[in-house]
């Protein structure tokens, strides 16, 4: 094949096969038939849009000379799409992306879960399972955020009821069993019914609740004019392809979300889930720092939007093809991109000379390529600032409490006021490290739960000011814990298991005083009752204590009651059997 064949642009029959897999073409039943539909239309889309591809530049000339630029003007009015009145509640601002056709599509995908667990491997899930309902699944939700406002390590800490431990004392217990909360719990499913287990999607397990989650935060919100575009880490430390390690990061191992927020806000308007390079198509025209930008900008084209982003996705091909789908781009940037102007950079031994708030720029086209000196060199690109402004200075404290002021570009006044919304969507939105989770997909989905707790957060805060005069800022916490109660609502799940009588009729039988005469019972592997009862109250007194240390033994017997039906001692050592049938508390 020539060097210009491989180069075409035009995809070939044998390309398109090759895309197909391997779905039988003759034999397609519903689910194929839908795929390839897909393919076939984002075939058709990819080559409209192969006509009007971008044609990056091959050489950007710089000058030092400046010249007036036009941008399009921001023509948005932003905040909620959708305005509720003053009279709603938590819970509906919440449930404007946790839907109840969300919950519900949670409540049939755990079901089928648990049901089908339970038929292929019965002896790893024995215990009785009743179906999950809408209003146990909101309970279950509800509990998972008061476990996030009231830490512990452990889960199971939450139900101590053990006088010992009183300062553990939760009301967690009130609403719903330790039992019946671990089997939701173990069999939480998201998984779309009909997707194959061989999926190409990495992120099937996952897909419906992000893209309907992802819709929802697009369609209900409008970005202020400065956005921002960074990383966010899903603490995980399990085996997956995708895990990522980024060593600058709090937390340095997960799954790496890319963000697009509201940098007044921090409004998590888009994200995306990066699943390693094999996942992922990466455009050879702008690498793949600068395709995110671009796929987590889909729908704010043409309005006027300046972007910010750090030095991994600035470059000067992408702020070049974002002017021309009217965006402008501010962002700090790698000197050794490709395009940017080399008379800028200064060595080391250059930079070590200059002053503090010392800079210099280029102008191409409406790029501004800026160097600026703060405790080092810093390098910026903007499409929408001017090169310098007069009286402009950045301030800096010093260890002995010292203000130093120097001059400041614009382009860096504007990147340190705009660039951490991302960051600070991260830190109110975080997950808990300490807390193990083995399946990546719950942890996705916890971190979706979370994004849309603090959007909903957002949104009130349009309709009620959250910081009113003599009165506490209502923070996120606040929001937190009302949107715990009100899922949980009066719905308590306190379901007794077994066949145990009430402790009110069994001492009203062994204490009434007639016909309780003992017997010789089948068998010789019997333990006292009373016995057993002083040797586990001791044990958990004292814990710490071994078996032969235990000064109350768990004495075997042959005797039984005939009415009560117990074993108990009755011999001139323990006379376990009087105690039983005289005492309220043995």
């Excluded at 393919?39 to 010249?67: H, K, L, M």
């Amino acid at each position: 094949m020539s060097d210009s064949e491989s180069d075409s642009d035009e995809w070939s029959d044998a390309d398109y096969f090759d895309d197909l897999g391997a779905l039988d073409l003759v034999n397609l039943d519903e689910n194929e038939r839908q795929q390839l539909e897909h393919f076939i239309n984002d075939r058709e889309s990819s080559g409209d849009e192969d006509d009007e591809r971008y044609v990056a530049p091959e050489n950007f000339e710089w000058t030092d000379e400046f010249s007036v630029r036009c941008r399009l003007p921001f023509s948005e009015k932003p905040g909620p799409v959708r305005v509720l009145d003053s009279s709603a509640s938590v819970l509906n601002y919440f449930q404007i992306f946790y839907t109840d056709e969300i919950f519900n599509h949670v409540v049939e995908c755990t079901n089928r879960n648990a049901n089908k667990k339970r038929t292929e491997d019965a002896n790893n899930n024995k215990g009785v399972w009743q179906d999950v309902t809408l209003e146990e699944i909101k309970v279950y939700y509800g509990v998972l955020i008061m476990m996030d406002i009231i830490k512990l390590d452990r889960d199971d800490h939450y139900w101590k009821e053990d006088e010992r431990y009183f300062m553990l004392g939760t009301k967690i217990s009130d609403i719903i069993s330790r039992d019946r909360f671990m089997q939701i719990k173990r069999y939480l499913n998201f998984t779309e019914e009909g997707f194959p287990e061989q999926c190409n999607d990495k992120l099937f397990k996952v897909r419906y609740m992000l893209d309907k989650i992802r819709n929802a935060f697009k369609s209900e919100y409008i970005p202020h004019e400065e956005i921002s575009v960074d990383e966010s880490m899903v603490p995980f430390k399990g085996r997956l392809s995708f895990k990522q390690y980024m060593k600058d990061k709090p937390c340095k191992f997960g799954i790496k979300f890319w963000m697009l927020a509201d940098a007044t806000s921090a409004y998590c308007w888009n994200f995306d889930v990066y699943v390693g390079k094999y996942g992922t198509e990466i455009d050879r025209t702008f690498g793949l720092s600068g395709r995110v930008v671009i796929d987590l900008l889909h729908g704010l084209e043409n309005k006027g939007y300046c972007v910010f982003t750090d030095n991994f996705y600035t470059s000067p091909t992408l702020a070049h093809y974002l002017t021309t789908i009217g965006t402008c781009l501010c962002g700090t940037i790698r000197p050794n991109r490709r395009g940017f102007p080399q008379d800028l950079i200064k060595s080391k031994a250059e930079a070590r000379k200059l002053p503090r708030g010392y800079h210099d720029w280029r102008q191409c086209d409406d790029m501004i390529a800026t160097c600026w000196k703060d405790k080092k060199m810093v390098y910026f690109l903007s499409t929408c600032h001017v090169p310098e402004k007069e009286n402009l200075t950045a301030k800096r404290h010093n260890k002995d409490g010292t203000i130093v002021e120097f001059p400041d570009v614009p382009s860096g006044a504007a990147y340190s006021k705009y660039m951490g919304a991302v960051d600070r969507n991260d830190q109110v939105t975080k997950l808990n490290k300490s807390k193990k989770a083995m399946r990546w997909y719950r942890k996705i989905e916890r971190k979706l739960l979370e994004l849309s707790i603090y959007n909903a957060y957002v949104l009130e805060g349009s309709v009620i000011k959250h910081k009113q005069p003599g009165k506490r800022k209502r923070d996120l916490l606040g929001f937190k814990l009302d949107l715990a109660h009100e899922l949980i609502g009066q719905v308590r799940i306190r379901k007794r298991t077994g066949r145990s009588r009430s402790a009110t009729s069994d001492q009203l039988l062994r204490l009434d005083g007639k016909n309780h005469l003992p017997a010789v019972g089948e068998g010789k592997d019997h333990v006292c009752v009373v016995c057993n009862e002083k040797h586990m109250k001791y044990k958990e007194r004292n814990p710490d204590v071994s078996y032969s240390e235990n000064p109350f033994k768990r004495c075997k017997t042959t005797i039984k009651c005939e009415k009560c039906d117990k074993y108990l001692c009755c011999n001139t050592k323990n006379m376990c059997f009087q105690h039983y049938h005289a005492k309220v508390c043995y």
